[in-house]
Structures are given as structure tokens and as C-alpha cells.
């Protein structure tokens, strides 16, 4: 197996098996802890033939014995990792184009991933992520729906799910924030970490949004303020912190410091690979050096990563500033 997060082959249940023989030592470790949990009620030799016959299956439905497998040991660290990477609006699968993407999910929504809860959970936020960037609020909303009864006993995709349904919902009314981020905060304080980072700086830029179109312009800047905006905070984290406060600083008038915030959105994105941040960080260029070179340079090139990503959202938006007309 390779190392944690990072296969990528297909999804089988020999890959499953070798994942579970890592983290145990063995086949035989893995059904003497399975014969333990069931009382005893099978010999440790016969779970073994059990599990080298679904070895074989491929990514064919696993039966009773996949089924088991699944509930006594959920899944493997390595192919857990790689799913909460695509279902994560923040991770550095949404810099891949949308077709790829696609397929990608198609890869893994299959058994065995998809016959366990954590799998139909990532797989269901991947999918609503991908049609917000193919501007299908319809279907996004469907596979929200899909991941909400899975994620109660994950806050990470509590708040993943929050915030997606609040991005639905600002379409509708921009100017109030989203009662799907009420529970969020107490969430967040249950998280460490870079994903912490991350999701409390989405969390910051919905509510920011919605103070924003109210008017709020000072309570917006002040939330995004108190972001942590250390080394060692995630890029994205960062990027996030300095495009909300370049927004601010565009609407108090205070151009220079704008400018200033916009460009460092942009270096942080880059810096870290987020080629989708970058280009709307870039976008907030644009809307900040109105009507000069270094505004039709950054079009171009932001219009170009959206291409680049075949991603309808974000060349709606290349269009709207393109228009002096974004949101």
C-alpha cells in the first residue's frame, strides 16, 4: 500500500484489504479482531478465506463479508485521506479541471468506498462541489441533501456541508446570513489544525459576504482581521484573509492598501498551488486597479486559469469584472 493519502489507483477491495494489513500486520490479525467483535460466533480461519475471496471481487459489491468489513473497521487511513481530499472545497483538487475531476469520482464511487458511510459521505460533498463550479445549484443541492444524514458524527463535514448549502442560499439572499452556518463556530472550536485554518477562513468569507451586501463593510473587515495570518496558518487560510481585507480597504476608498492585500491574496495562492484561489484572487485585483494594465493582465490570466479549469463559476465571474461588474 502506499503511503497515506497518497494512492491513487483504483478503489478495490485488494486495495481495501492491503490498506487494513498495514494498519493491523496481517490477514489473520485482521479476522482474529473481526472474530472478537462478532463473539467468537466464526473461526479466525474461516474470516480468513472470507477476506482473500473478497480480495477477488474487485470493486463488485462486497456482500455480507464487505459489510462487516466496513463496520468493524471503516476505511483505511490512506483511502479516507484521499476522499475527504475530494470533497473538500478547499484542498487543492478543485486546481484540477472539471472533467478530470469528474472522473475521478466516478473512479471511487464504487464499492467498497461507496458501500461505506465516510465514502458516500466525501463522494456526495465531492459531487455538490463540482456542479457549484458547473453552476448546477439544483444538483449540488441533491447531493447536499444525500451528505447530510452522513456527516453528523464528522464536524469537518458538518461544516464542509454548512457552508456549501450557504453558498446556495447567498444566491437567493446576500444580504443575511445563512441559518446553515449557525452551528458552525461551535464546530469550529472542535478542530485543530491546517483544515481548521481553512474552513474557519470560508466560514469568516460567507458571513463577510452576506455583512457586506447589508452594508456592514467594518464588521466584515474586523472578522476578517482577527483571522490568524501567521507562517505557519495554511495558505489558503491567508490568501482568504487578505482578499476579504482587500475588499474592505476597496470600499473604504483606501486604494494603495487594497492594491496591497489584493497582490498578497495573490502570492499566497500561488505560493501554495491553489491555482482556483489564485485566479480570484486576481479578480480582486482587477476590481481594485480598475481600468489599468496591470487590471487587464490579471483578466487575462485569471480567464485563462478558468479555462484552464473548465470551470462555468469562475469565468462567470472573469465575465462580470470584465463588465465592472462583480459581485
Given amino acids: 500500500m502506499a503511503a497515506r493519502g497518497q494512492n491513487s489507483g483504483q478503489p478495490t477491495w485488494a486495495v481495501y484489504l492491503d490498506g487494513l494489513v498495514e494498519e493491523h500486520g496481517s490477514l489473520a490479525a485482521v479476522a482474529e479482531r473481526m472474530a472478537a467483535l462478532h463473539g467468537w460466533r466464526e473461526d479466525v480461519e474461516?474470516?480468513?478465506?472470507?477476506?482473500?475471496?473478497?480480495?477477488l471481487r474487485g470493486s463488485l459489491p462486497g456482500g455480507k463479508w464487505g459489510d462487516r468489513l466496513l463496520r468493524?473497521?471503516?476505511?483505511?487511513?490512506?483511502?479516507?485521506?484521499?476522499?475527504?481530499?475530494?470533497?473538500?472545497?478547499?484542498?487543492?483538487?478543485?486546481d484540477l479541471p472539471v472533467s478530470l475531476c469528474t472522473d475521478l469520482v466516478?473512479?471511487?464511487?464504487?464499492?467498497?468506498?461507496?458501500?461505506?458511510?465516510?465514502?458516500?459521505?466525501?463522494?456526495?460533498?465531492?459531487?455538490?462541489?463540482?456542479?457549484?463550479?458547473?453552476?448546477?445549484?439544483?444538483?449540488?443541492?441533491?447531493h447536499l441533501a444525500t451528505a447530510k444524514p452522513l456527516?453528523?458524527?464528522?464536524?469537518?463535514?458538518?461544516?464542509?456541508?454548512?457552508?456549501?448549502?450557504?453558498?446556495?442560499?447567498?444566491?437567493?439572499?446576500?444580504?443575511?446570513?445563512s441559518a446553515a452556518l449557525a452551528h458552525v463556530p461551535e464546530l469550529l472550536r472542535s478542530l485543530t489544525g491546517p483544515d481548521a485554518d481553512c474552513l474557519r477562513a470560508r466560514y469568516v468569507g460567507q458571513v463577510s459576504h452576506a455583512l457586506n451586501h447589508a452594508g456592514d463593510i467594518d464588521g466584515a473587515e474586523a472578522l476578517h482581521f482577527a483571522l490568524p495570518d501567521a507562517a505557519t496558518t495554511h495558505p489558503f487560510?491567508?490568501?482568504?484573509?487578505?482578499?476579504?481585507l482587500a475588499y474592505a480597504r476597496f470600499?473604504?476608498?483606501?486604494?494603495?492598501?487594497?492594491?496591497?492585500?489584493?497582490?498578497?491574496?495573490?502570492?499566497?495562492?500561488?505560493?501554495a498551488g491553489h491555482v482556483r484561489l489564485r485566479a480570484m484572487a486576481l479578480?480582486?485585483?482587477?476590481?481594485?486597479?480598475?481600468?489599468?494594465p496591470?487590471?487587464?493582465?490579471?483578466?487575462?490570466?485569471?480567464?485563462?486559469?478558468?479555462?484552464a479549469l473548465e470551470d462555468a463559476t469562475l469565468l462567470s465571474r472573469c465575465d462580470a469584472a470584465e463588465r465592472g461588474r462583480l459581485p
Fill in 46 to 55: 474461516s474470516i480468513t478465506r472470507a477476506l482473500r475471496r473478497l480480495r
Fill in 106 to 142: 466516478q473512479l471511487w464511487d464504487r464499492p467498497p468506498t461507496s458501500e461505506s458511510r465516510g465514502g458516500r459521505l466525501w463522494l456526495s460533498l465531492a459531487r455538490a462541489t463540482l456542479a457549484l463550479r458547473a453552476r448546477h445549484p439544483d444538483e449540488a443541492a441533491t
Fill in 237 to 244: 487560510a491567508r490568501s482568504r484573509r487578505a482578499n476579504g
Fill in 251 to 271: 470600499r473604504h476608498g483606501d486604494l494603495a492598501a487594497a492594491r496591497e492585500h489584493a497582490r498578497l491574496a495573490a502570492r499566497h495562492a500561488g505560493d
Fill in 294 to 307: 496591470e487590471a487587464a493582465e490579471s483578466l487575462a490570466r485569471a480567464r485563462a486559469i478558468a479555462h
Fill in 283 to 292: 479578480l480582486m485585483v482587477v476590481r481594485v486597479t480598475h481600468g489599468t
Fill in 151 to 177: 456527516a453528523t458524527d464528522d464536524p469537518a463535514a458538518q461544516i464542509e456541508l454548512a457552508l456549501s448549502e450557504s453558498l446556495l442560499d447567498s444566491r437567493a439572499r446576500p444580504t443575511s446570513a
Fill in 72 to 94: 468493524t473497521f471503516g476505511l483505511p487511513a490512506s483511502v479516507d485521506a484521499r476522499l475527504r481530499f475530494m470533497g473538500s472545497y478547499h484542498s487543492r483538487f478543485v
